[in-house]
């Protein structure tokens, strides 16, 4: 069963942080490089940070230096910690595969999101 559950959104002021997590059923995990995407309103899915299988990671210039992905292999869990947020990282937040090809062999699923807002 595909599954994917992320949490931890809310709420913040700029300048805030906030850490997100994402557990994953083992056909979407497993030797996977996984990463975060975000979509705010009237924008197109980004990827704003991944994560191969054995911990090497990379970043969208717009969050690079502010955002730390990581993951637990144990666990099945991929993490997000978000520094000094600004209000352009209002978003809703999923986590997912890296690769459209693993995305589409599993149905093209995403779950549901957490809601990010930035604001004062």
């Known amino acids: 069963q595909v599954q994917l559950v992320e949490s931890g959104g809310g709420l913040v002021q700029p300048g805030g942080s906030l850490s997100l997590s994402c557990a994953a059923s083992?056909?979407?995990?497993?030797?996977?490089?996984m990463g975060w995407y975000r979509q705010a309103p009237g924008r197109q899915r980004e990827l704003v940070a991944s994560?191969?299988?054995?911990?090497?990671?990379n970043y969208a210039p717009s969050v690079k230096g502010r955002f730390t992905i990581s993951r637990d292999n144990a666990k099945n869990l991929v993490y997000l910690q978000m520094n000094s947020l600004k209000p352009e990282d209002t978003a809703v937040y999923y986590c997912?595969?890296?690769?459209?090809?693993?995305?589409?062999?599993?149905?093209?699923?995403w779950g549901q999101g957490t809601q990010v807002t930035v604001s004062s």
């Open positions: 083992g056909s979407i995990f497993s030797g996977k490089s």
């Open positions: 994560i191969s299988s054995g911990g090497n990671t």
């Open positions: 997912n595969a890296v690769t459209a090809i693993v995305i589409a062999s599993l149905g093209g699923y």
